[in-house]
């Protein structure tokens, strides 16, 4: 696996990882990397430090591994809430109404829904944007 940093031509920055850097290259020549942010596919690699091997860093302490867990899990759920609150839910119409939107077909607007992962797949060779929902993290309030 290589990690690349990445900029868009909007300044976009941000990062992704890939099998090889053949891979990286055939994707970027297909349009199927694009800017996280503003969906942009003009994507360059940025220059990067190579990882250096040296002393094994020590484990954070359980303290700050369940403070960092708290704050993703927190996160995760603000994503998904908002999407809730501002997206149209299409239900498993999702791949179709997402290809319209993206052909001119159906207005433009912010949807989610369910897709097969075949269903992903073929949009994302298609072109068209999407990207998972996070998946809602357990009630705290419930933990173990």
């Given at each position: 696996?290589?990690?690349?940093?990445?900029?868009?031509?909007?300044?976009?920055?941000?990062?992704?990882?890939?099998?090889?850097?053949?891979?990286?290259?055939?994707?970027?020549?297909?349009?199927?990397?694009?800017?996280?942010?503003?969906?942009?596919?003009?994507?360059?690699?940025?220059?990067?430090?190579?990882?250096?091997?040296?002393?094994?860093?020590?484990?954070?302490?359980?303290?700050?591994?369940?403070?960092?867990?708290?704050m993703m899990?927190?996160?995760?759920?603000?994503v998904r809430?908002?999407?809730?609150?501002?997206?149209?839910?299409?239900?498993?119409?999702?791949?179709?109404?997402?290809?319209?939107?993206?052909?001119?077909?159906?207005?433009?607007?912010?949807?989610?829904?369910?897709?097969?992962?075949?269903?992903?797949?073929?949009?994302?060779?298609?072109?068209?944007?999407?990207?998972?929902?996070?998946?809602?993290?357990?009630?705290?309030?419930?933990?173990?």
């Amino acid at each position: 696996m290589i990690r690349y940093a990445l900029a868009c031509e909007q300044a976009h920055a941000f990062e992704a990882w890939f099998a090889s850097s053949s891979d990286y290259d055939d994707q970027a020549a297909r349009g199927l990397v694009e800017c996280p942010f503003c969906g942009s596919r003009r994507v360059e690699k940025q220059v990067m430090a190579p990882a250096v091997a040296g002393t094994k860093r020590a484990a954070p302490p359980d303290e700050v591994r369940q403070k960092m867990q708290t704050m993703m899990m927190e996160a995760a759920r603000e994503v998904r809430a908002h999407v809730e609150q501002n997206f149209d839910y299409v239900g498993d119409a999702f791949a179709r109404e997402a290809r319209d939107i993206h052909e001119g077909r159906s207005e433009k607007r912010e949807i989610y829904g369910e897709a097969t992962p075949a269903e992903v797949k073929k949009l994302k060779e298609d072109g068209v944007p999407c990207a998972p929902l996070p998946a809602l993290p357990p009630d705290p309030s419930k933990a173990n």
